[in-house]
């Protein structure tokens, strides 16, 4: 399965990676912006995106709902430190499989899943 993670903060991007390395995930694509972003689902046939709610241009909402009209067999899944009961509305939405609280365990949990 290859794993686009879309988030701004450097930081989380490559703990993200090392982690889902650790849990058998290898095959991943990381970008910070949405711009980023779309450039990668041009270049890769994606099968999920890991997209962070608050961007720098733009938001994971909007931009999952992008790549779900472009790329239907993409799934999507915003992972936010942003996630309360007043956004929850936010993410129920078709083009989002998922919203999960920004914890790595949460993420690999939803992964094993699938």
Do not use: W
């Not at 689902?41 to 099968?47: A, G, H, P, T, Y």
């Not at 993409?74 to 989002?96: C, G, L, M, P, Q």
């Amino acid at each position: 399965m290859k794993i686009l993670l879309i988030d701004d903060d450097r930081n989380m991007l490559s703990s993200l990676e090392f982690l889902l390395n650790e849990h058998g995930y290898t095959d991943l694509i990381l970008a910070s912006n949405c711009k980023q972003a779309r450039a990668a689902l041009k270049q890769s046939v994606i099968d999920l995106c890991v997209i962070d709610y608050v961007l720098p241009d733009g938001n994971g909402v909007d931009l999952a709902k992008e790549i779900k009209k472009q790329y239907p067999n993409v799934r999507n899944i915003i992972f936010t430190a942003y996630f309360t009961d007043a956004n929850s509305e936010d993410f129920k939405n078709e083009a989002i499989f998922a919203a999960i609280p920004k914890k790595v365990s949460k993420l690999v949990e939803l992964l094993q899943k699938k």
